[in-house]
């Protein structure tokens, strides 16, 4: 079982920054990738970024080149820092982590959500 809880979330405005933290806890040595999603309202949930436990990285095309994915695994923390904040990025932003496989037990964990709010 994993905990997800994240935090940083808030108003700023366009051409801002923000910092997203995930904080992890439970069995935290089986967490593979992690990765953040967005769903504004009236819109499907979509794919920020993605981190593995290699560090390799993945980028949705609208935010690559302002966001960057990072985690700390001697904090159990992972991050999203934010830059050149656009209305666009408004969101409930939500961290996710994927297990690697054993029977009987669920792959993916999901955070309660922070909100971002890019506006003048």
């Known amino acids: 079982q994993v905990q997800l809880v994240e935090s940083g979330g808030g108003l700023v405005q366009p051409g801002g920054s923000l910092r997203l933290s995930c904080a992890a806890s439970?069995?935290?040595?089986?967490?593979?990738?992690m990765g953040w999603y967005r769903q504004a309202p009236g819109k499907q949930r979509e794919l920020v970024a993605t981190i593995t436990s290699g560090r390799r990285t993945n980028y949705a095309d609208s935010v690559k080149g302002r966001f960057t994915i990072s985690r700390d695994n001697t904090k159990n923390t992972m991050y999203l820092q934010m830059n050149s904040l656009k209305p666009e990025d408004t969101a409930l932003y939500y961290c996710n982590a994927h297990l690697q496989y054993y029977p009987g037990r669920p792959s993916d964990y999901w955070g309660q959500g922070t909100q971002v709010t890019v506006s003048s």
């Open positions: 439970g069995s935290i040595f089986s967490i593979n990738t």
